[in-house]
């Protein structure tokens, strides 16, 4: 184990220092001639030196990145069992359609990223959903993924915490099956208090103007 970890936190820092080196644009043409059979130690093939990462201040910056703050602890409190009362509207003026189900939403991995497992249904057949909602601590927005057995793609979206309404305004874009193309989504996550929650989604499916498509409202089981 000890072994893996040196080998994953050895390979995150070469990422990070290639991240961080910048190519020389302004090195003189080579003829087309010279062939280059081999490099010093320290050099790249353009005789350009190489500067180490500053492994201190890379160890600091991965501690930072991977340590749960407060707003993994907020997610926290969301942890549990929730009952969910779902409206959808298929077309702008479309009548709403009204189902329930069950979302139980767990943190992973050392508490860094809450994962929620959904069931129920929707369009009168069983659905099944998986997500994820994480908080960045260096971009400091939440990211969301979201899978399910109603299609084959992934929805990512991501967007910032605001503190004054309690709410998660995320974006970001989903496979429209009937386009094939990507959809332009938004949702927003209100966390109306320790029982209840809100979820509203906004899509332009079919290249349609945007309208709200999705109603969830959680409340603790």
């Not at 099944?128 to 400091?140: F, I, M, Q, V």
Request: with cysteine; charged share 20%; proline share 5%.
């Amino acid at each position: 184990m000890k072994r893996l970890t040196f080998i994953v936190c050895s390979s995150v820092m070469l990422a990070i220092s290639a991240c961080n080196d910048t190519p020389n644009t302004n090195s003189p043409a080579k003829n087309d001639s010279t062939v280059t059979t081999g490099t010093d130690s320290g050099t790249t093939a353009g005789n350009t030196p190489v500067t180490a990462p500053d492994t201190a201040a890379v160890r600091i910056a991965m501690e930072t990145y991977a340590t749960p703050g407060n707003m993994h602890k907020m997610l926290a409190t969301q942890d549990g069992k929730w009952n969910a009362e779902i409206t959808t509207w298929w077309a702008p003026d479309g009548p709403p359609q009204k189902t329930i189900g069950v979302s139980v939403n767990k943190m992973v991995l050392g508490g860094r990223y809450q994962q929620s497992s959904f069931t129920g249904k929707f369009d009168n057949m069983p659905f099944e959903g998986k997500g994820t909602l994480a908080y960045d601590n260096t971009k400091k927005v939440f990211v969301s993924t979201w899978i399910d057995n109603m299609g084959t793609g992934v929805m990512i979206l991501e967007g910032p915490w605001d503190a004054a309404t309690k709410t998660i305004s995320l974006s970001g874009s989903m496979t429209d099956p009937s386009t094939g193309k990507d959809c332009k989504v938004r949702e927003i996550m209100t966390f109306t208090d320790d029982q209840h929650q809100k979820m509203e989604m906004f899509a332009a499916p079919g290249g349609q103007k945007e309208y709200k498509t999705m109603e969830i409202l959680f409340s603790r089981k």
